[in-house]
């Protein structure tokens, strides 16, 4: 059903789309070579949905994931050599200890940098769940959390690309776009 009306208008459009096998917690989206070098040469518009969209993962999954798929997908773009647009999907509650959001990158109360961010990724259980409440601090939960730090990766590293953020409430992202 997604796709009636591209098939309507443009009936060969599945010539384009190619499926590629991956994990975004892995460098280069663990993609094998030959993908990667595909998707550099001839990707102009990629959309990042991939998460974890599970509220309260743990930070050494939900990180590596919603956080480091992000900075492998810069990776991504920055090698695209015909990139026209990336579309990052975040969530509306990314910014939620703002009484009032626009559209435009925040910055997060506090700077996540590379060392806290492996910290979190790396540290036993017990250490992380005495510090989640001050890391988390005015996050509902760990996937706000990592998806405003996303936000901030993208402001911070990747403002000469051509990205946009997507910022859904809520329910189903496909149904929303």
Not at 143 to 168: M, Q, W
Request: aromatic share 10%; glycine share 4%.
């Amino acid at each position: 059903q997604i796709f009636d009306v591209l098939r309507a208008s443009r009936p060969e459009f599945h010539k384009k789309l190619v499926m590629v096998k991956g994990d975004c917690s892995l460098p280069k989206l663990g993609l094998s070579n030959s993908d990667y070098e595909i998707l550099i040469q001839q990707v102009n518009i990629i959309f990042h949905l991939a998460a974890t969209v599970k509220f309260d993962e743990k930070f050494n999954i939900a990180i590596p994931i919603n956080i480091g798929g992000t900075k492998e997908i810069i990776d991504l773009c920055r090698a695209c050599v015909r990139l026209k647009s990336m579309v990052y999907i975040s969530i509306g509650y990314s910014n939620c200890y703002l009484k009032e959001i626009r559209e435009c990158f925040y910055n997060p109360p506090f700077d996540m940098d590379e060392d806290i961010i492996n910290y979190l990724c790396t540290a036993d259980e017990a250490t992380i769940e005495l510090l989640k409440p001050k890391i988390l601090d005015k996050w509902p939960n760990t996937y706000t959390f990592t998806k405003s730090i996303a936000e901030n990766l993208l402001r911070k590293t990747a403002a000469d690309l051509p990205i946009s953020i997507v910022r859904p409430s809520q329910g189903n992202i496909i149904k929303t776009i």
